[in-house]
């Protein structure tokens, strides 16, 4: 990456100055270009050059996200017809793709610079939904509007017909998006090693009534009854279409869509624990405390009670 371009991604409403600060002094002791879409030119110094929204990926060697999670999956999905190595910064919330927090970048950004880095794979859903082609890196989703009854949709796998859904929603989810709505919904927590796609049905009434585990290489098709209520289709949360009655939507999981950068992969494999931890897995006091900062730790161990 000698001749380093780098993309911002930018979180669309937080403050993203002091982290964009960072960035450019960085660029500019390096002789390195920095580019952001052109609507978000004026949150950016004039030395960051504005491009077309659907150019930053193209132009960019790499993508730097500024925000949370969602903004990474943004990230993601931008460069999904050519994957470049995308390191996410945290902003304000705690985030589980992003990689660094704004003190560390200039150290992390070097480190982009002379590829001292490993890249984590993440696969996404290609979907066709009613003609029109989007990717989720988390979770595609029919959800009914509020008050208009359920969401009914035949299930098939491959062309044969599964069964149907009549539920508040139906999920289907890659292993990263198994822990976001998928497991809000009920359905199994997948690793993030696995290669699997998860459907799961949220507040189901008939129909199927557990998550379905499948493979990879199996196609998904979601068809709309003509007594279902009118639906929404979610996409990495956000809306893709609104008030949909009718039409179906088809997915297949496709490998190697996205590349997240680490630089800790065991910094990051704890931040996993603690996540694990959060949904309710049954996690040993002596496992949780090393997740703590140390001073936190030896406060914490100074204040508990020695176990029984």
Partial sequence: MSGLGLGLVLHPTRDVTEVVGIIERWANRHHKSLMVRAEDKHRVPASVTPVPADQVAVLADALISIGGDGTMLGALRSAVLDPKPVLGVHLGRLGFLVEVEPPELPEALSRLLSKDFTIESHACLACDVCGDDVVAFNDIAL?????????????????????????????????????????????????????????????PMAGISRSVVLSPDEKIRLELEPNSSAVVVEMDGLVFRDAATEGAVDISYRRNAGLVVRLDPLRYQERNQLKMTLLDLPFLPEQLSELLPDELRRRTQRELPPPC
């Fill in 143 to 203: 959800v009914r509007q509020p008050g208009s009854g359920f969401v009914t949709a035949t299930l098939a796998v491959d062309g044969q017909q599964y069964g149907y859904y009549r539920a508040d929603a139906v999920v289907v989810s890659t292993p990263t998006g198994s822990t976001a709505y998928s497991y809000a919904a009920g359905g199994p927590l997948i690793s993030p090693a696995a290669d699997a796609l998860v459907v799961t049905p949220s507040a």
